[in-house]
């Protein structure tokens, strides 16, 4: 048995009922699937399993469990300890249109229990989906309903469980994942510190550190006035973009999306220049810099210095504390059968074509 490769991976449930919007929201972050290509994924049948490697050796074990009544009642019963033990995270989907949140909410509950019979550490995130379906102005008023009276149904996750609203078709997604993976990398704080140290040395006005196969920030740092910029959800709209640019690429040079990857991306104005470029295997850099072609050349140049640094942080030996506990009882694998690694072998992962656990 390899114990160090047991080590780095996180559990990760995602639930919610039948049509709430799960495996869309998978196949968009980590398979490339643009929005409007989720209409032709079928229901899920039992579980299906993903090893998505995520910043070098961060391995996320998703669950996405289908949600039909039959499949639930099963993972609380038969197969309670099987599913809901060594949990790191649950994401559990509400789907904004239900006509009937009671008893999304009375399922919720059910499988919170569970959770925190099994996995009493794990951190819970309330995705409140689809809110594209709600009128812009109606949103924030009724996303906070939900949210009070989903919390008070979380039982012992009741002050710890986070909440977002989220959408396929705009950016929330990101922002909603960027979190949820945030929680999950083990040694972010050493990141930011290294990301800190090279924004000062560059001069940096904001330095965004994004995941090179899904897109997703990483962290960043923002300095001085930038901390002003009005425009809050830059970070996960350049998620968006560089997501729909990878989509762009693929479908114009027919290389796989996972596959398609650029050098390099500047735009120079008189008010400031901005580039995205590779910083290591696994991660681009995104730079916003004052206007002048020197901080520009000698930015670029600290850029190429910094990248072994940044190389050599090996996310999962350095975790960070108090999550650690969450992990405590980290998969012990369970023999997954249809592991799919999305990383790095260029094929668009067959969602829904995979196998399940359970038995029918
Ligand atoms: N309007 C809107 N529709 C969405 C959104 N996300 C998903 N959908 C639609 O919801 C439908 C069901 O999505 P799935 O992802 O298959 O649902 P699921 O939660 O995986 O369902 P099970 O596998 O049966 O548990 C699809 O037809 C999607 O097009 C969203 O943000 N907005
Ligand atoms: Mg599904």
Known sequence: MNTGKRQKQRKVLLMGKSGAGKSSMRSIVFSNYVAKD??????????????IKFMGNLMLNLWDCGGQDGFVENYLTHQRNHVFGSVAVLIFVF??????????????????????????QAKVFCLIHKMDLVQARLRAQLFEERVDYI??????????????????????????????????????????????????????????????????????????????????D??????????????????????????????????????????????????????SIPPSEQVFNAARVNILLARPKFAELDIANKPRPGIQQAFAHSVESEGLPNETDFKGKGKEPSIGAEGSTFGA
């Open 234 to 287: 830059r970070f996960e709209r350049i998620s968006s973009i560089l997501k729909t640019h990878k989509q762009s690429m693929a479908k114009h040079t027919g290389i796989p999306a996972g596959n398609a990857n650029f050098a390099e991306m500047q735009i120079k104005t008189g008010r400031f220049m901005f580039f995205i470029t590779r910083l290591t295997e696994n991660t681009n850099l995104a730079a």
């Open 38 to 51: 989720v209409r032709r994924l079928g229901a899920t049948i039992d579980v299906e399993h993903s090893n």
């Open 151 to 232: 919390r008070s149904a979380s039982e012992g996750f009741k002050h710890t469980v986070d909440f977002f609203p989220t959408s396929i078709w705009d950016q929330s997604l990101y922002k909603a994942w960027t979190q949820i993976i945030y929680f999950l990398i083990p040694n972010a704080a050493t990141i930011e510190n290294l990301l800190q140290q090279l924004a000062e040395v560059i001069d940096a006005r904001e330095l965004i550190l994004y995941e090179r196969t899904t897109c997703l920030m990483v962290t960043h740092v923002t300095r001085g006035l930038e901390a002003q910029n009005p425009f809050t």
């Open 95 to 120: 789907d904004i249109e239900s006509r009937e949140f009671q008893a999304d909410v009375v399922s919720y509950s059910n499988i919170i229990r569970a959770l925190e019979e099994c996995s009493p």
